[in-house]
């Protein structure tokens, strides 16, 4: 089980690194909006790894930031643009 938690978590910081990079590059919508994607699956995997872990005040935090991020994948990826 620690395993698991272990590889949770690094892919959890692993990606958000590089949603974090893709965002700040500032090369354009479809490029923030997979960085928003990434960082969703970030907040997934902190999520999961939180409640196996018994980390409330991450998984609480993640849960707020995967709503955050989701409503950048809307705004980047799926809503037109005026």
Same mark, same amino acid.
């Given at each position: 089980?620690?395993? #698991? ?52 005040? #991450? ?5 707020? #930031? #995967? ?16």
């Amino acid at each position: 089980m620690q395993t #698991l938690i272990e590889t949770l978590k690094w892919y959890a910081a692993l990606s958000g690194i590089a949603a974090a990079f893709m965002v700040s590059l500032d090369s354009g919508r479809r490029v923030t909006g997979w960085g928003m994607a990434i960082f969703v699956t970030s907040s997934i995997a902190w999520i999961t790894g939180a409640v196996l872990s018994q980390d409330e005040p #991450l998984g609480v935090q993640n849960a707020v #930031l #995967l709503g955050i991020n989701s409503f950048g994948v809307y705004r980047y990826l799926i809503r037109r643009r005026d």
